[in-house]
């Protein structure tokens, strides 16, 4: 099964908002509630950062939020920081119990 | 401390054997389901194997079904990858991820640090 669809590259200053997108099918996204975003920073193992599609473990900035529509699934970070420029990184169970990642998108805090 | 140690990995010829080990610690290691990750540094997250709380189900990705063997011991507070007729693409840093729930799906909320695995001749 070919990875979720990411933007490669998001930019934006700081104090803006920016929304990461995260597109499947049905057979992934459209038809699961288990859909997670992480964040990773270089040389760092990834972080959670949004589960169940809207959660955030405790701890997480409230400024991340998560949503889904359909087949897309988003990451929307509000009032963006220097410490938000990471990698980010969608997964989301398969119709087959499997999981599946995609193949992350880089945020520039310029 | 909640904390997962993945041990193992190392430099091994094709169709070689390995196996990985996950220590964990600080949480109630039974509770929980658990999975492998890897990362080609540089690269992107795949998801490689996951086992329910209770090791009556295992799943894993295309890439690795019949060659790779998750399996855990509770008593032992332990994940292990039991890894077969390794290929060079199998290369990449394996991480063992410890999940929200009993599952092996719902957000992986504990990492530990990775143990490299090196597929050359």
């Known amino acids: 099964q070919s990875a979720l669809t990411q933007p490669a590259s998001v930019s934006g200053s700081p104090g803006q908002s920016i929304t990461i997108s995260c597109t499947g099918t049905?057979?992934?996204?459209?038809?699961?509630?288990?859909v997670s975003w992480y964040q990773q920073h270089p040389g760092s193992a990834p972080q959670l950062i949004i589960y169940?599609?809207?959660n955030r473990p405790s701890g997480v900035f409230s400024r991340f939020s998560g949503s889904k529509s359909g087949n897309t699934a988003s990451l929307t970070i509000s009032g963006l920081q220097a410490e938000d420029e990471a990698d980010y990184y969608c997964s989301s169970t398969t119709a087959s119990t499997t999981v599946i990642f995609g193949g992350g998108t880089r945020v520039t805090v310029l | 401390e909640v904390k997962l140690v993945e041990s193992g990995g190392r430099v091994i010829r094709p169709g070689g054997s390995l196996r990985l080990s996950c220590a964990a610690s600080g949480f109630s290691f039974g509770d929980y389901g658990m999975s492998w990750v890897r990362q080609v540094p540089g690269k992107g997250l795949e998801w490689v194997s996951g086992?329910?709380?209770?090791?009556?189900?295992?799943v894993y990705a295309d890439s690795v079904k019949g060659r790779f063997i998750i399996s855990r011991d509770n008593a032992k507070n332990s994940l292990y990858l039991q890894m077969n007729s390794l290929r060079a693409e199998d290369t990449a840093l394996y991480y063992c991820?410890?999940?929200?729930?009993?599952?092996?799906?719902?957000?992986?909320?504990?990492w530990g640090q990775g143990t490299m695995v090196t597929v050359s001749s």
């Open positions: 086992i329910k709380w209770n090791a009556d189900r295992t």
């Open positions: 049905s057979s992934d996204i459209g038809g699961s509630d288990y």
């Open positions: 991820v410890r999940d929200h729930s009993s599952g092996w799906y719902d957000g992986f909320v504990i």
């Open positions: 169940d599609v809207t």
